[in-house]
């Protein structure tokens, strides 16, 4: 039997299974996984170096679904070839082989086999929660950087639809797998000519697509996106490219629901066919597999090859050295002893001390590296090769990010933290995807003043704590967010940020602070630093508004009135200790922050609620657009946040005369 009717024979097995699994589960998108067919066997049977029993293997060729809609047809194939599944054994998961009884238990709550691609709910073929279009090769860049970075010759795939191509974030990665010669990333483009409501655009033909591949840089091959021989010739092309060559991309001719002529054209997508409907697609199928195979067609030309066995060792982290160490380390200790350092300075010293302990760290960048200070670890030379210089594009540097830690590495990416929000969509498909994401935001908040409202990050502490106050897949908090007011705080929390797995969001202050603490105190995730123990008032502040609160508590000290000041520089923090200082100052509570409301304030005030107790509460933010200031003092007092109208509403909350 030939090689072509092989993988027909085994498309067409498949294609029934998606068909059937889909009308269980009501709901999916068989069409769009019955254009992948060919091209899936051709992956899976023959042209990926991996293992269905070990489908995580380090050394193992990668395949990425952008086109997360369609994954019925990876998941009819690992059923067939019995790929293990289940959650994470060091999360106390399982795993065993996937079955066709899995299969039809498709989106169901209790099932592994969820709508989209979701390695953590207990499918670890895959890399990335993928479904939020536009993603999908961002993260195989991430996986291509660490493949070179570790010496594999893994070759990862992806496959994107033709609709999706209109994503920016696709021609962001693109423009990245160019600038890096990632010629071990193979985009696929699965041209069917329809999206969701409508045929697409011409702007997404095949030919055009093609040719704004070719425009970029990469060697387009454009194919009969069913034909076998021809999708295997082009993956042995790929798998030929040498270190000088070009990187590839297939652009695949596909046909949407093909094999079954009464659901093809649009007004199919997302509708799984039933009852006669159904019967109908499948007699479509044999009368396909009649006319391409043979009643003895067979699986002896289809053969997996196994990935190399040899995997990289991954040494220990070196234990890091103390700010002022550091600061001497890297001959500033004249800078150290002038008693002020930024936040943002601070974070650019301990990435730097990061990268020469933990070879597994990688910093990102978003050409602002000069400001953030990811400089210090992108011009070390002995770090330079772990830095990603990912320009302007924000989006595809978070996802590129979650690719890196889909291979074990620990991705730290900065840019201003006004630019974060550009990313909230892949830094939530990245936290579904269980990635070990560390984000740093550098001058947040309003005391940015000269630059204006474009340039400061307002909404992203409200927006960040929404993860803090969920549960991700391994029971931690979504993610925290941290506020350091000092160098000290700062440092100490990037290190702690690498030592803890899950997503992290910290902010960072452009102008020099003066230094809070030391080296003797410690800083830890979820928890906070009481500056100043009164009996009056609890303050509650973070970042740079606990100097301010510094301040104010020099005009309340003169009023009589005895403050407790406290950095609360983690969300989520230790709730039950910061209530009982609340009850230990009267049950008045002042929130003060340099962001919109949502943030701390929110925080406190829902954990005051859900213990019962009676506690008042105030809560001071930037309550309107701000606007650029020439000084750090003038944009406060605009806003109301200034250290002395702290002190007034502190006063108010007492009853003080003001």
Known sequence: MSFEAAVHAKAIQLDHLVLDMCAAAGSGHPTSALSLGQITVVLMYHSMRWSPDHPRYPTSDRLVLSEG????????????????????????????????????????LESPIDGHPNPMEGFPFFDAATGS??????????????????????????????????????????????????????????????GQSDRVSGQQSAETIAAKLEAFGLQPAVIDGHDPKAIRSAFEKFAKLGPADAPMAVVAKTVKGWGTPSLQGGGWH?????????????????????????????????????????????EEPKD??????????????????????????????????????????????????????????????????????????????????????????????????????????????????????KIVGSHAGITLAADGPSQMALPD?????????????????????????DAFAAYALTLAMAEYTGACYMRTLRTDVEFLYDDRTLFNLGKFEV?????????????????????????????????????????????????????????????????????????VADACAEAGDSFTIQQLFVRRIPKSALTEDDILRSCGLHHADVAKAALRMVGVEV
């Open 69 to 108: 809609h369609a994954v019925p047809i990876i998941y009819a194939a690992c059923a067939d070839l019995g790929v293990m599944i289940g959650k994470d054994p060091a999360l106390g998961g399982t795993l065993r082989p996937m079955t066709r009884e899995d299969a039809m238990s498709l989106r169901r």
């Open 133 to 194: 279009l536009g993603q999908g090769l961002s993260v195989a860049a991430g996986l291509g950087i660490a493949a070179r970075s570790d010496g594999l010759d893994r070759r990862i795939y992806c496959i994107i639809g033709d609709g999706e191509s209109r994503e920016g974030q696709i021609w962001e990665a693109l423009d990245l797998i160019v600038d890096r010669k990632l010629n071990n990333v193979l985009p696929i483009f699965n041209c069917n000519q329809y």
């Open 270 to 314: 997302g509708k799984p066919a039933t009852g006669e409907r159904l019967q109908a697609a499948h007699e479509e199928l044999d009368a396909a597999r009649l006319s391409l195979t043979t009643s003895l067609a067979s699986d002896d030309q289809l053969k997996i090859y196994p990935p190399a066995e040899q995997v990289p060792a991954r």
């Open 320 to 437: 890091a050295p103390s700010f002022a160490g550091a600061m001497r380390q890297f001959d500033m200790q004249s800078t150290f002893q002038t008693g002020k350092f930024a936040t943002r300075r601070a974070y650019g010293l301990a990435l730097r001390v990061l990268g020469h302990a933990n070879d597994e760290v990688f910093a990102l960048d978003a050409d602002v590296k000069n400001s953030t200070f990811a400089e210090w670890f992108a011009n070390d030379k002995a770090l330079a090769s772990r830095f990603v210089e990912c320009r302007i594009a924000e989006q595809n540097m978070f996802s590129v990010a979650a690719g890196l830690s889909a291979a074990g590495k620990v991705p730290f990416c900065s840019t201003f933290a006004k630019f974060a929000t550009r990313g909230y969509d892949q830094i939530e498909m990245a936290i579904n995807s269980g990635a070990n994401l």
């Open 461 to 485: 502490v409200a927006w960040f704590r929404a993860f803090a106050s969920m549960r991700d897949h391994r029971g931690n908090p979504g993610c925290y967010v941290l506020q350091p007011a």
């Open 531 to 603: 500056l100043n123990r009164g009996k009056d008032l609890l303050i509650v502040a973070a970042g740079y508004m606990v100097h301010e609160c510094n301040k104010a508590l020099e005009l309340l000290d003169k009023a009589g009135v005895d403050a407790t000041l406290v950095d609360l520089y983690s969300i989520p923090f230790d709730t039950d200790s910061l209530l009982d200082l609340a009850n230990a100052n009267g049950g008045n509570i002042l929130t003060v922050e340099d962001n919109y409301g949502g943030g701390i304030g929110s925080a």
